[in-house]
């Protein structure tokens, strides 16, 4: 009885299952993947995400990267116990070759290797008394297309400053710095148009034996240090050319690299993880559809024959026959949900999914990756469970 049923199936009509669940799943795994790939690539742009590393950034910013706070904080916080290091940046946009835009972020080369872990992968990275060198992310190396030694005209794009600095390397963090150029601090200030007393931001590693995340908030969040007409001397104050006032923030914030950065996506760009999430499930919702309408027809294109084996007290093996053959649609959604997988990645990896300056980086895991096939295989099954048993004798 089973050898006859399976004659009664139209196997041509299968093959358009098999390529909607196929199809379904990679487009559900391509959104989940390129989905959370932005939240996650938005939310990792400090690339700091160690718990006892905090950013201190002006109260009113829009995000650290837009800031301007005072340096005199410096010295405060090296003065309390329990802070080990503090590293100052300031961030810049600029524009490289055809005009394409590249963030530049300012550092003090002799603190910065404490909270960034960088890979140099070519050339040195830079020196703190040579104001001209730079080192680019292996991301941004790839994409300008440029090489070590390479002489580069950086132009701000939010003054109308520039400088040329010689590219003298080339590193991997695996993060978002990637795609960013490093330069000296004092070359970020000028590029940026910030007084040599500002900067945009700055990391801040604590013990927290010693220190709390809710004192340390205490003591800078809340006032911060105003700048006075005599600061202590220390190591940092060699970074300034000269003393300028500025419209500088009353009040300062500390948060993890991570917090603040997904409070900027909250507050500013009306995203969190639960709304990239809401997409992804919209497209599924959507594949999903299309997988019952197809197994649906599928069905009914063989209304006739399953009714005639019905009839003849066959339904047993009629449902037990369908859903075997319908079982090859599991293969068939795990096919598509790598397929997907691997599309975003070639997608990402040809500098097609850039949000802003940034490459996205798909994520997906194996969990995620059988749950999208199992999904749209058990959709299919149940679909055609459902219309077998309402084909009527």
Known sequence: MSTALLKIIKWKKLAPILLTVSAASAIVAFTACVSLGVFHTISSLLTAGAEDIMIIYGADAMSPQTSVISLAIYDELMSMEGVEVVSPEAVSVAVLLNDMPIVVRGVDPSSVEDFLDLKMLEGVFISGDRYFEAVIGLEAFKRFGLKTGERVLLRSILTR??????????????????????????????????????????????????????????????????????????????????????????????????????????????????????????????????????????????????????????????????????????????????????????????????????????????????????????????????AVDSVET
């Open 161 to 386: 400053n520039f400088i040329e600095v010689e590219i003298v390397g080339v590193y991997e963090s695996k993060t978002s710095l990637d795609d960013e150029i490093l330069i000296p601090l004092q070359a970020a200030q000028w590029l940026r148009g910030l007084p040599p007393n500002t900067v945009s931001m700055m990391r801040v590693k604590i013990d927290e034996r010693l220190l709390s995340r809710e004192k340390l908030s205490q003591v800078v969040g809340e006032g911060g240090a105003g700048e006075s007409a005599v600061s202590r001397v220390s190591r940092i104050m060699s970074l300034l050319f000269s003393v300028s006032q500025g419209a500088l923030p009353s009040r300062y914030v500390v948060k993890s690299a991570s917090e603040s950065m997904q409070e900027f996506i909250a507050r500013e760009i009306k995203l969190n993880e639960a709304s990239f999430w809401s997409i992804a499930i919209l497209v599924f919702a959507g594949s999903m559809s299309t997988i019952i309408l197809a197994s649906t027809l599928f069905i009914l294109d063989h209304a006739r024959e399953i009714s005639i084996v019905k009839s003849i007290g066959g339904s047993r093996r009629v449902n037990s026959t369908f859903l075997v053959v319908l079982v090859s649609s599991l293969p068939a959604g795990l096919a598509g949900s790598t397929i997907g997988y691997l599309m975003s990645k070639a997608f990402s990896e040809s500098n097609l999914l850039i949000i802003g300056t940034y490459t996205i980086k798909p994520l997906m895991d194996a969990v995620a990756l059988l749950s999208s096939a199992a999904l749209t295989s058990i959709t299919s099954l149940v679909a055609t469970k459902t």
